[in-house]
């Protein structure tokens, strides 16, 4: 995955590793930084969320601008805009690289609103509360900083469509993040009772809208007919979707069986193996592993994971998880057949294959 994001980077003429960085760098969020820094020695997860912009051992920040980004110089210059040519570079408008770090502020934007506490939920162990109020409140106010930067910007490329694609964009994030959390509060819930086609729809709304759209967006901004930036569009939906598919699947697929990883209950493999079984017997599955846990020892939580991995990797959970971000990958790359070939392409179909591929 690094290397492919590596090349990519080269294509579009620079690294997009820090696109964010020169409104990350200003003086008004210089000065939350300094506020934050109050928090160092604390458990807040707005931390660990600020360290993960500067490394990520997973690869995946500034991946969306990347792709919107290569995506734009796969299409290139549209016959409507051959006159602003000039204004390229290394085959991308300016307005479309404006828009690769507004879909990176967007997405940095929700990650930081992502890391608030209930606290309500807090035991002692979690720290004093007063770290996690002050955190709480660092944690809204640079999420809102660069939510208000990232829209600032987009009412400068003075382009209506754009700019209603990727409000709507946000709302869809605003509405796929509560239904994420809707029923994290309800006493007793396991596990959502949803099916595979529920699921997709809200995975859609909250990881994959905002790159759809934004791709779909910077073929608006170079006035390319509705086909092509149909095809934008199914590309980042597609891509992102194996990509989510790929992640959720990486606690069953790794080849180190003594790393036992905690994945969400909620994860693709569990969603399907819980088709597969039946919702009463899969909670029944849970609760018999769970029962011997009251009150749980921590030292225990990794056993119960254990087990119900091998459960769900006994089942069909898994491989049709697998079929699913194959699925997917192949979608992507059918939408990329309408783009002539050239090296951004490549880089786009290379980005699918790294997710769609597994020991």
């Known amino acids: 995955w690094s290397q492919v994001v590596s090349e990519a980077e080269k294509i579009v003429g620079y690294p997009t590793s ?12 210089s000065n939350i930084a300094m506020q934050v820094r109050k928090l160092v020695g604390t458990k807040h997860p707005l931390l660990d969320t600020a360290r993960g912009f500067v490394y990520d051992s997973r ?17 290139g210059p549209s016959t409507a805009e051959l006159s602003f040519q000039h204004d390229m570079v290394s085959g ?5 690289r404006s828009l690769a770090e507004i879909t990176e502020l967007i997405h940095t934007a929700f990650l930081v609103h992502r890391g608030i506490v209930n606290i309500g939920e ?17 944690a809204v106010l640079s999420g809102d900083f660069l939510l208000a930067n990232a829209c600032t910007s987009l009412a400068q490329l003075k382009n209506t469509k754009v700019v209603e694609l990727i409000s709507s964009a946000i709302g869809d994030l605003v509405q796929g993040i509560y239904y994420e959390n809707s029923k994290s509060s309800e006493e007793n819930c396991l596990t959502d009772d949803i099916g595979i086609s529920r699921w997709k729809e809200q995975v859609f709304l909250s990881h994959s809208a905002l790159l759809a759209k934004s ?15 149909d095809m934008a569009f199914q590309y980042g939906k597609h891509m992102s979707m194996s990509h989510k598919l790929h992640s959720d699947l990486q606690p069953f697929v790794k080849e180190s069986s003594s790393d036992t990883t905690a994945f969400s209950l909620n994860s693709a493999p569990a969603i399907l193996h819980q088709e597969f079984l039946g919702r009463e017997a899969w ?12 009150p749980p020892p921590p030292h225990r939580w ?3 994971f254990q087990q119900l991995q091998e459960a769900i990797k006994a089942g069909k959970g898994v491989t049709s ?21 050239s090296e951004a392409r490549d880089a786009l179909a290379n980005i699918v294959y790294a997710v769609t591929r597994f020991p």
């Open 59 to 75: 690869n995946n920040l500034q991946m969306r601008g990347l792709v919107v980004l290569l995506i734009s110089k796969a299409a």
């Open 283 to 294: 909670l029944r599955q849970i609760r018999d592993n769970c029962a011997l846990l009251k």
């Open 92 to 96: 991308i408008y300016s307005s479309q």
């Open 18 to 29: 820090f696109m964010s960085l020169r409104c990350l760098l200003s003086d008004e969020l």
């Open 122 to 138: 807090l035991k002692s162990c979690d720290g004093p509360l007063k770290d996690m109020q002050f955190g709480n409140k660092m």
């Open 215 to 229: 791709c779909q967006a910077a073929m608006e901004l170079a006035k390319h007919s509705a086909e092509i930036q």
């Open 321 to 341: 998880a697998i079929d699913l971000c194959r699925c997917h990958g192949n979608r992507a790359l059918a939408a990329l057949e309408r783009f002539p070939p």
């Open 302 to 304: 990794a056993c119960v």
